[in-house]
């Protein structure tokens, strides 16, 4: 009885390239890099700037500063009351910026963003990582990946709050009803921040997840949809978020620091 041996594979091609990739694969990382930095560096000056947050005219106040609950904040725009001690390296709101900043470091979307802009890991599909290995989620600190569905929930109540600010701005400060484009930037940048809050991975489980028959739960089958929905622009409302939010806070600042005047549709 004789025995036959499979012949010997082929060696790997040696090549030299670190990609055969021939595309701009490059681009996308470089203009994501680009684009969080800019953000960052615009919203750390504000944050730390303490000044021209508020328009005592309108109720305008930016969602920079929102809640404002720091002992140097305007009585006027501290709607949830003053307790946080006024000091140059503490923000008005840092009561809600450190979990927000969570929120967003720990989602899908951005995780995948900063992962390869920032630490190309890896950069691209079919381009080596930049690291020599790499041990996942599951080590200091990006074990803190997984408190995502936590930084939801206080994420939600921020945007509540977004809310009641752009409703409060409805009303002037002779209590009469309002409406100026300050209101609608304000209520744009808020449903832009409810669209991103509501179609986050964590909130899509938590109104569907561990269900074995949605016919059984139609309620939930219904809000696991629409999160569903929400959930397939995540990263297009991820960045429509960073551009109100930015936008929302220049036009505030520029009305409180005297650039030009609110232009008013109703009083």
Not at 90 to 99: D, E, N
Not at 104 to 123: E, G, I, K, Q, V
Not at 247 to 257: E, G, N, Q, R
Request: proline share 6%; charged share 15%.
């Amino acid at each position: 009885m004789t025995s036959t041996s499979a012949p010997p594979g082929r060696p790997r091609a040696a090549i030299a390239e670190r990609t055969l990739r021939t595309d701009r694969w490059w681009l996308a990382p470089l203009l994501t890099f680009a684009g969080l930095s800019a953000w960052v560096v615009y919203a750390t000056v504000r944050v730390f700037m303490q000044t021209d947050y508020w328009v005592p005219a309108y109720n305008y106040l930016t969602p920079f500063y929102s809640p404002c609950v720091s002992l140097g904040c305007v009585p006027e725009a501290a709607h949830f009351g003053r307790f946080l001690p006024d000091h140059p390296l503490i923000p008005y709101a840092a009561l809600s910026l450190p979990f927000l900043l969570l929120f967003r470091l720990t989602c899908y979307y951005y995780r995948r963003a900063y992962y390869r802009s920032f630490w190309l890991s890896p950069p691209a599909c079919a381009v080596p990582d930049g690291h020599g290995k790499y041990s996942g989620e599951t080590r200091f600190p990006l074990i803190f990946q997984n408190a995502h569905r936590w930084t939801f929930y206080l994420a939600f109540v921020i945007s509540a709050i977004n809310t009641w600010d752009a409703v409060l701005a409805m009303w002037n400060d002779q209590g009469s009803f309002a409406l100026g484009l300050g209101n609608v930037i304000l209520w744009a940048n808020v449903v832009l921040l409810w669209c991103y809050t509501l179609g986050c991975h964590s909130c899509r489980h938590i109104m569907g997840g561990r269900m074995r028959h949605f016919s059984k739960h139609p309620i939930r089958y219904r809000l696991w949809t629409f999160s569903s929905k929400l959930n397939t622009r995540h990263m297009l409302f991820a960045w429509l978020t960073l551009a109100s939010l930015a936008l929302t806070d220049f036009y505030v600042m520029s009305l409180a620091a005297g650039w030009f005047h609110d232009i008013r549709f109703i009083n």
